[in-house]
Each structure stands twice: as C-alpha cells, then as structure tokens.
T-cell receptor, first 116, second 108 residues
Framework: DSGVTQTPKHLITATGQRVTLRCSPRSGDLSVYWYQQSLDQGLQFLIQ???????AKGNILERFSAQQFPDLHSELNLSSLELGDSALYFC???????????????FGSGTQLSVL | AQSVTQLDSQVPVFEEAPVELRCNYSSSVSVYLFWYVQYPNQGLQLLLK??????LVESINGFEAEFNKSQTSFHLRKPSVHISDTAEYFC??????FGAGTRLTVKP
C-alpha cells in the first residue's frame, strides 16, 4: 500500500459530461502529481501541485483542471469529455517540491475512466 | 528539451534468461534517473534510482541499472528473470516525466 488514495476506482460516463477525480496524498507529502495513462499515449504527466500552488504543468488539456486544497488532497476535473479521454488516471505524491529533484513518487492505484 | 526514450515497447523473454530494458535520456543539465515498475492492475512503484555517485544502482529484487553519461543511457538489467517480473517498466527523468514504458513478459 503506497498510502496514496484515489477515488473512485472506476468511472463510466458519457461524452460531454464532467467528472471529478479525487486524490489523497501520503501523510506528510506536500506535492501531488496527476498522470494520464492510455495505450496510445503511454504515461503522460498532466500537472503538479505543491502545498496548494501549481508547480509544473505538462500535457494537460484546457478542458482539464486541477486544484490542491488546504488539507492537501487534490481533485482533477475533466469536462466536455470525449471518447479519447478514456484512460487510467494516476495520482502520485512526494514529500518535497518536485521539479528537477531526486524525489521518489508514491502512486495511487488509479481511476479508470470510461467515456461512452 | 529534456526527455527520456525507451527504445523497446515490448520485450518477451523466457524464465531464467537475462534481460535488458533500454532507456536513453536527453539533457543539458544534471540528471536524476529512475526506473519504476507497474505490475498488472496496480500503480507504479519505484524500482531504483540514480542520483549521483556510483553509476551502478541496484534494487532489492535483483535488477540493476547503470548510468552511462557518454552514451546518455540508463539501461535496466537482470541476469535471470522470473515469471513474477512480468510487468511494465518505466524510465523517468528528474522532472518526473516518464518514458513510454516497456512491457516485459516472462514466459515459462
């Protein structure tokens, strides 16, 4: 058990809809990362937050947004969903600031999103 | 731009055979390199990492990787694989960006 909790484990929705994925980091970790994993794109870094502030941005679409709350949990919001958004979404956490560092990431078990 | 490239998308091997999973990086600054493993239906777990010092790093389950600056590589090796090593392996760069992954399938 990595200590990172993601909910829900599975999510089935329709095109055009909006969903929210939730992540609780390991106790004491200040950084949260979001990744998208799909067969054709591999593991894509979306965005990182550190102690409530956006720290780094990757291949995140404008239809997607995220935030980290004062209790350090994070939510990834996906809107105007398309078939191609179907993927496994991972959250990871680390103790430090990230970005060019030597930190180890602890991954949750992911949320499988299916857009029908 | 900094990046990692995993040269093989799939590597099938027989049990007890040696294996090498290749990773090359591109960077003009100091690098930290990582290998993560993803077992079926699980999240990723850190396998080993290179930060500085000895260029050969080892994991607890028999994998090792060697940082080679001249060849800009960080290949993962194991001299004898087990069925339980079947998983997807990801090379990652210090800004936590991952390669495309290599699916290792160990056959009996």
């Amino acid at each position: 058990d990595s200590g990172v909790t993601q909910t829900p484990k599975h999510l089935i929705t329709a095109t055009g809809q909006r969903v929210t994925l939730r992540c609780s980091p390991r106790s004491g970790d200040l950084s949260v990362y979001w990744y998208q994993q799909s067969l054709d794109q591999g593991l894509q870094f979306l965005i990182q937050y550190y102690n409530g502030e956006e720290r780094a941005k990757g291949n995140i679409l404008e239809r997607f947004s995220a935030q980290q709350f004062p209790d350090l949990h994070s939510e990834l919001n996906l809107s105007s969903l398309e078939l191609g958004d179907s993927a496994l979404y991972f959250c990871a956490s680390s103790a430090g600031t990230g970005g060019g560092s030597n930190e180890k990431l602890f991954f949750g078990s992911g949320t499988q999103l299916s857009v029908l | 731009a900094q990046s990692v490239t995993q040269l093989d998308s799939q590597v099938p091997v027989f049990e007890e055979a040696p294996v090498e999973l290749r990773c090359n990086y591109s960077s003009s600054v100091s690098v930290y390199l990582f290998w993560y493993v993803q077992y079926p239906n699980q999240g990723l777990q850190l396998l080993l990492k290179y930060l500085s010092g000895s260029t050969l790093v080892e994991s607890i389950n028999g994998f090792e990787a060697e940082f080679n600056k001249s060849q800009t590589s960080f290949h993962l090796r194991k001299p004898s694989v087990h069925i339980s090593d079947t998983a997807e392996y990801f090379c990652a760069f210090n800004d936590m960006r991952f390669g495309a992954g290599t699916r290792l399938t160990v056959k009996p």
